[in-house]
């Protein structure tokens, strides 16, 4: 398989794609048994050379973030702008309300939150004390948020719609109050390390979960089953390559973001992680060939 160019490689899963189809019509018809035999022993020496050259283990996952990943979300990036658009409109029309309704502020975050902010105290403090556990528990949070947002495509993507606007809101509403009281450079040198990584992965699975929304509702030129089969895989697939960015974002908001290191430092490593991110992300790549089971 190495030994093939990009064309043959690419000739080779149509040719197996149609040997497969071909088995499964001849299947249904009794008198070709013997035809069918022969194709099936084809396909099954096919198949073992193909698939046992396949990359395994932490190669195949280490070529799937160099390569792979940045290309498919490349491919994505129309869903990752739309997401974006959502999470930032969020966080427009939360910065508004609370800039002209003070008493909304006060409503959505809870007066207990609120009443640490006016007494100019950061809740993350706590965090330092108990950095391990709240390093794990965080990362289960940021992924039970992403896989809320990307899971929420099967709803016709408004659930996953409604996440991104929320967190987005959010985002505004907390942004806005610190920058009223003062507290605009703690809350910003505290997000900056960790939501570098962090609020990217949220847009990303938001992107993951309209691509599956998008085939839930226009299955085009598919079968509606067929349709989402093939925007599950693709969706997943953008959902399992933020995993190892939570893990990072997790760490440093466990372990960094609320220490007392410099608020410059803060905002160069947040600065450094995203420049890096989109890097990654949108380098130029060579794109594998996968041939479809």
Not at 3 to 24: C, I, N
Not at 75 to 96: F, K
Not at 152 to 170: A, K, Q
Request: charged residues 15%; hydrophobic residues 50%; proline residues 4%.
């Amino acid at each position: 398989m190495r030994r093939l160019s990009r064309a043959e490689l690419r000739e080779t899963a149509l040719l197996y794609r149609q040997a497969a189809s071909d088995l499964s019509t001849l299947r249904q018809d009794p008198t070709a048994r013997a035809y069918a035999e022969l194709v099936n022993q084809l396909l099954a020496r096919a198949h073992h050379i193909i698939y046992s050259s396949r990359r395994k283990g932490f190669l195949r996952i280490f070529y799937f973030l160099r390569d792979d990943y940045p290309a498919l979300a490349q491919r994505q990036l129309r869903y990752i702008l739309v997401s974006l658009m959502i999470l930032l409109a969020g966080a427009a029309l939360g910065s508004v309300l609370t800039l002209a309704r003070p008493q909304f502020m006060r409503h959505f975050l809870g007066p207990q939150m609120v009443d640490t902010i006016e007494h100019h105290k950061m809740w993350t403090e706590s965090v330092v004390a108990v950095a391990p556990m709240a390093s794990g528990a965080i990362m289960t949070n940021n992924l039970a948020v992403c896989f809320q947002s990307f899971a929420g495509g099967i709803t016709f993507g408004l659930l996953t719609i409604w996440s991104m606007f929320f967190n987005g809101l959010l985002l505004g509403v907390v942004g806005v109050a610190c920058q009223q009281h003062g507290m605009a450079r703690d809350l910003w040198s505290f997000v900056a390390p960790h939501g570098s990584l962090e609020l990217p992965s949220i847009v990303l699975s938001g992107a993951a979960g309209l691509r599956l929304g998008r085939g839930v509702v226009f299955p085009g030129i598919y079968r509606w089953r067929d349709s989402i089969t093939l925007a599950g895989a693709e969706a997943t697939r953008m959902v399992a390559g933020i995993i190892p960015l939570l893990v990072i974002a997790g760490t440093l908001e466990g372990f960094f973001s609320p220490s007392a290191a410099p608020v410059w430092l803060k905002f160069t490593v947040g600065g450094c992680l995203f420049t890096l991110l989109l890097v990654w992300l949108f380098r130029p790549v060579r794109v594998s060939v996968e041939i479809a089971r």
